[in-house]
C-alpha cells in the first residue's frame, strides 16, 4: 500500500533549469554596470552637444556684432568710426547692439541681455585698433561659462578699411 505522502517526496536527480544565486548576482552585476557606463556616455554626448550649440549661438552673436560695425562704419563718417579706435579705452561692451564704453564685466552673473532669449549667458565685448594705415582692426569675442564652470570664447577678427 502506498503512503498518501509518497507523491510529494522529491526523488534525488540534478536540476539544471534554475538560476543559483551566484549567477543571478553576477547577472545583476553585468547589467548594473552596463546601465551606469550608459548613463554615464549619454550625460556627456549630451554635455558635448550643448556646448556645440552655445559655439553655434556665439558664432552668430559673433556674427552679428561684426556686421553691426560693418554698417556703422558704411553709414558714418569714417573719423566717427575710427574715433571708435582711438579712444582712451578701445574696448567696448557690446552686449546690445550698441557700443558701451568699457569691456563687459567678467562675471556672468545673468544680468546680461545677450543671450537671454535663448535662456544663455553670453558677454561680447569688441576690441577696435587704429592700425595707422587707414585701417581698423576688430575683434569681436564672444564668451559664456559651461556648465562646469569653463570659460569658453568665440573670437572673429575683422579689418576695415576707409573706402573713398
Known amino acids: 500500500m502506498k503512503n ?16 543559483t544565486l551566484i549567477e543571478i548576482l553576477i547577472f545583476t552585476a553585468i547589467v548594473s554596470v552596463f ?11 549630451l554635455s558635448i552637444m550643448r556646448t ?9 552673436y559673433a556674427e552679428e556684432a561684426s556686421e553691426w560695425l560693418l554698417n556703422e562704419k558704411d553709414s558714418t563718417d569714417w573719423i566717427v ?3 571708435y579706435a582711438t579712444s582712451p579705452n578701445n574696448s567696448w561692451c557690446m552686449n546690445t547692439l550698441a557700443l558701451t564704453s568699457g569691456a563687459c564685466p567678467t562675471s556672468l ?13 553670453f558677454n561680447r ?4 585698433s587704429n592700425l595707422g594705415d587707414g585701417t581698423i582692426s576688430s575683434s569681436v569675442t564672444v564668451s559664456w561659462k559651461d ?3 569653463t570659460l569658453l570664447y568665440v ?6 578699411a576707409h573706402t573713398v
Open 125 to 128: 565685448d569688441v576690441v577696435l
Open 147 to 149: 556648465i562646469g564652470g
Open 52 to 60: 556645440n550649440e552655445n559655439k553655434i549661438y556665439a558664432a552668430h
Open 109 to 121: 552673473a545673468g544680468s546680461y541681455t545677450l543671450g537671454f532669449e535663448y535662456n544663455r549667458q
Open 4 to 19: 498518501k505522502n509518497t507523491k510529494y517526496l522529491i526523488p534525488y536527480a540534478k536540476y539544471e533549469n534554475g538560476f
Open 81 to 83: 568710426f575710427s574715433g
Open 35 to 45: 546601465f551606469v557606463v550608459a548613463v554615464y556616455v549619454s550625460s556627456f554626448s
Open 155 to 160: 573670437p572673429i577678427k575683422t579689418i576695415y
